[in-house]
């Protein structure tokens, strides 16, 4: 599975922005597609996941703001009422019925003004 991410860039505090990630390949396999963000010398963490059957989790920090979606091969996030903190280099992942994990490049999101 082969994961492209865009959408990406600068935000002020309190906008909008939207990622989407277009997999490609065995995508008859992908179960679980999800959005992770890392800040430098921190862990990647969750930022949200969708199941094939349209389950949601999402981040506590993020809930209410960021909305996931799918469609297909694609998943989107939506995100809205930016902070500071969500400044992040943001990563696309899917997991498959395989048991893999497949990892997207990174999109960075800035958030200043």
């Known amino acids: 599975v082969q994961l492209q991410a865009s959408g990406g860039g600068l935000a002020q505090p309190g906008g909008s922005l939207r990622l989407s990630c277009a997999a490609s390949g065995s995508i008859i396999s992908i179960s679980t597609m999800g959005w992770y963000r890392q800040a430098p010398g921190k862990q990647r963490e969750l930022v949200a996941a969708?199941?094939?059957?349209?389950y949601t989790d999402y981040a506590d920090s993020v809930r209410g703001r960021f909305t996931i979606s799918r469609d297909n091969a694609n998943v989107y996030l939506q995100m809205h009422s930016l902070k500071s903190e969500d400044t992040n280099v943001y990563y696309c992942?899917?997991?498959?019925?395989?048991?893999?994990?497949?990892w997207g490049q990174g999109t960075q999101v800035t958030v200043s003004s």
């Open positions: 969708i199941s094939k059957g349209g």
């Open positions: 992942h899917v997991y498959t019925i395989t048991r893999h994990d497949y």
